[in-house]
């Protein structure tokens, strides 16, 4: 079994700075892939990056790219995104979620590993 928590979200002004963390346990979490979703109550989750198990193929929504960057640690067991140029529309629970298949999180699809989520809220 996999336990993930998120922190690090908060109130930030458009245009500022935020470091999301995923802090993951089990023994099988470091070979897992892993990634950042997002939603607004009465919309749909949004995939927003999403990282292999060993810290490559970093891919990215296109509502996100270049202003965000996903990466991990494995040796603490923790997933980054880094979320810069934050605009009124970056707003939302941010949840991280883990799988062994990669194409499953790039898909958006049905995760085996979710956390509580984390708010951002970006004030214009």
Not at 5 to 15: A, D, F, M, N
Not at 69 to 76: F, G, V
Request: glycine share 14%; hydrophobic share 35%; aromatic share 10%.
């Amino acid at each position: 079994q996999v336990h993930l928590v998120e922190s690090g979200g908060g109130l930030v002004q458009t245009g500022g700075s935020l470091r999301l963390s995923c802090a993951a346990s089990g023994r099988a979490a470091s070979r897992l892939s892993m990634g950042w979703f997002r939603q607004i109550p009465g919309k749909e989750r949004e995939y927003v990056a999403a990282i292999h198990w060993d810290g490559g193929s970093p891919d990215y929504a296109h509502s996100v790219k270049g202003r965000a960057t996903i990466s991990r640690d494995n040796a603490k067991n923790t997933m980054y995104l880094q979320m810069d140029s934050l605009k009124p529309e970056d707003t939302g629970v941010y949840y991280c979620g883990a799988d062994g298949n990669y194409y499953v999180i790039l898909g958006n699809g049905k995760l085996d590993y979710w956390g509580n989520g984390t708010l951002v809220f970006v004030s214009s």
